[in-house]
C-alpha cells in the first residue's frame, strides 16, 4: 500500500455510513471488523480503499470514492464574505466554487474578511479544520500588506516584541515584519503571524492610524498561493496535503 492512497480504517467505514468514527472504533474493539480476512486489532490501522477488502459483521464494505475528503486552495476576492451563506446576500467564497464542489459541503478552514484577498482553504475533513483552527497548531501565515505611508522603526520593534490592543486589553504575540517594496506613498510589508486574533492586521495597523490599501494571504504553513489567480480554486496535490497533514501530525 502506498501512503497516498490509504486511509484510517475508521474514517473509510464511516465513509461507507456503517457508522460514526467513534462507533467504527467501537466495532473494532468488539472484533467486528476484519481486513483481508484478518481480525482488525486498531481503528488507525491505513486501509487502501482500491485493494483492501473491508469486513464488517461478515459483510463487506462497499467504499464510496466520492465520499473521499477534498481539500481545496482558493483565491479568495475582496468583497466576498467567508461563509456558505451570508444574510445579507453578499456574495461568498461558495460563489467562487462550481456546483459538483459545494454539494460535497465543503467549509472554509479560518476566515478572511470581507476587504482581504488571497489563500483560503477549503475542506471536508472536519479533524484537519479543528487542527488547523485550534490554538494549539496554528501555523504560521503570511501576508502581504500594503498601507499608505509607513511605519516608523519604533512600531516595527513594537510588532515584533509583542504589542496591545484596544486600550491594553489584549497582549498580541510577537511578529515577524518586513517592508517588501516603497512605491510613492505607499509601502507593502511581508508579516507572519501565528495566532488567530479576529481582524489582527487591520486592527495593529490601525493602533498606528495606518490605512491600509491591499491585505492578501500568500501562505498557511508550507501551503502556498503561487499563482493562483483570483476568485480561481483547485485540490491540493498529494505532496502538499501529506505536508500540511505532517505539520499538524494527523496520521
Known amino acids: 500500500m502506498t501512503e497516498k492512497s490509504t486511509i484510517r480504517l475508521n474514517k473509510y467505514i464511516a465513509s461507507a455510513g456503517l457508522a460514526s468514527r467513534r462507533g467504527a472504533d467501537e466495532l473494532v474493539q468488539r472484533g467486528k471488523v476484519k481486513i483481508n480476512g484478518q481480525l482488525a486489532d486498531s481503528p488507525g490501522i491505513q486501509v487502501d480503499p482500491e485493494n483492501d477488502h473491508v469486513e464488517v459483521n461478515g459483510q463487506l464494505v462497499q467504499h464510496d470514492k466520492k465520499s473521499k475528503d477534498l481539500y481545496i486552495m482558493l483565491h479568495k476576492t475582496i468583497e466576498t464574505v467567508t461563509t456558505a451563506k451570508d ?19 465543503v467549509f472554509p478552514v479560518g476566515r478572511l474578511d470581507f476587504y482581504s484577498e488571497g489563500l483560503l482553504l477549503l475542506t471536508t475533513d472536519g479533524e484537519l479544520c479543528n487542527r488547523m483552527t485550534h490554538p494549539k497548531w496554528h501555523l504560521p501565515k503570511i501576508y502581504h500588506v500594503t498601507i499608505r505611508g509607513k511605519l516608523s ?75 493562483l489567480k483570483p476568485g480561481t480554486w483547485r485540490e491540493l496535490s498529494e505532496k502538499e496535503l ?6 499538524l501530525k494527523i496520521n
Open 242 to 247: 501529506s505536508l500540511l497533514k505532517k505539520d
Open 87 to 105: 444574510p445579507q446576500g453578499r456574495k461568498t467564497v461558495m460563489d467562487l466554487l462550481p456546483p459538483e464542489i459545494v454539494s460535497r459541503r
Open 153 to 227: 522603526d519604533k512600531e516595527i520593534s513594537i510588532m515584533e516584541n509583542g504589542m496591545f490592543l484596544d486600550d491594553k486589553d489584549e497582549l498580541l504575540a510577537p511578529v515577524k515584519i518586513k517592508t517588501v517594496s516603497e512605491v510613492g506613498e505607499t509601502t507593502k510589508y511581508e508579516m507572519e503571524l501565528r495566532q488567530g486574533i479576529n481582524r489582527q492586521i487591520r486592527r495593529m495597523f490601525g493602533e498606528y492610524k495606518k490605512t491600509i490599501l491591499r491585505l492578501k494571504r500568500i501562505r498557511q504553513g508550507r501551503i502556498e498561493l503561487g499563482k
